[in-house]
């Protein structure tokens, strides 16, 4: 479990691909520090379990899966990465729960500056949209994110001067991909509920259970 409060950028030095998986092997400084194999470690936030490490990098296996659902897939040796390691018990939570488990990924449609903000504008499919919410929260490659607006096929995300700083967000150009990771609570309780075969949440459903 992590909390979307990114602690450094990494770069990806080597790639080793294999069958439709690969291993990533990522220099990085702070998150080396008390790391052991098998620790998990948010890698633009996709949960990676580390395999082996030394002084400068970690590396970790991806599997075709995860390959499949994220922005891995695609990833080049010289790309920089959001890195955050697992929540400790006790840690301060200065973000939201974030599972490292992503829905898939959207795309930049638009970069905007306003004074010291910078707005982000990630168009995405239904079965992401579906789950966000207008000041809900939100992953973007792992980096803990409020909802501004939800219109259409995409939502609104505004980044304050400290996390444009210490991720990779305000470098995302126009067209390029993100993983988005939605509210983990609004999966569950869909699946819970049984919205997803009732058609949605609408307001007859909600009559119908008494709200």
């Known amino acids: 479990m992590f909390t979307g409060i990114i602690e450094e950028t990494g770069t990806v030095r080597r790639v080793d691909r294999a069958g439709g998986g690969l291993v990533l092997e990522v220099l990085a400084r702070r998150v080396l520090e008390g790391l052991r194999a098998g620790d998990s470690i948010a890698t633009n936030g996709v949960c990676l379990t580390v395999t082996s ?112 700083q210490e991720t990779t967000l305000t470098g995302k150009e126009r067209g390029a991909l993100v993983n988005v990771e939605t509210d983990l609570v609004a999966r569950y309780v869909e699946r819970l509920s049984g919205v997803s075969r009732a058609g949605g949440l609408t307001l007859d459903y909600l009559k119908e259970h008494g709200f």
């Open 53 to 164: 490490f030394d002084a400068s990098s970690f590396r970790a296996d991806v599997m075709p899966e995860t390959a499949r659902w994220s922005t891995l897939g695609d990833a080049r040796v010289g790309d920089a990465v959001n890195l955050e390691r697992a929540l400790a018990v006790g840690d301060r939570l200065g973000g939201h729960l974030v599972s490292g488990h992503v829905d898939g990924t959207g795309r930049v449609a638009a970069r905007e500056r306003e004074a010291n903000a910078t707005w982000l504008t990630i168009v995405a499919g239904e079965e992401i949209l579906r789950y966000v919410a207008r000041k809900g929260s939100v992953a973007i490659d792992g980096v803990s994110l409020t909802v501004a607006s939800v219109e259409g096929n995409a939502f609104r995300v505004s980044i304050i001067p400290r996390t444009g």
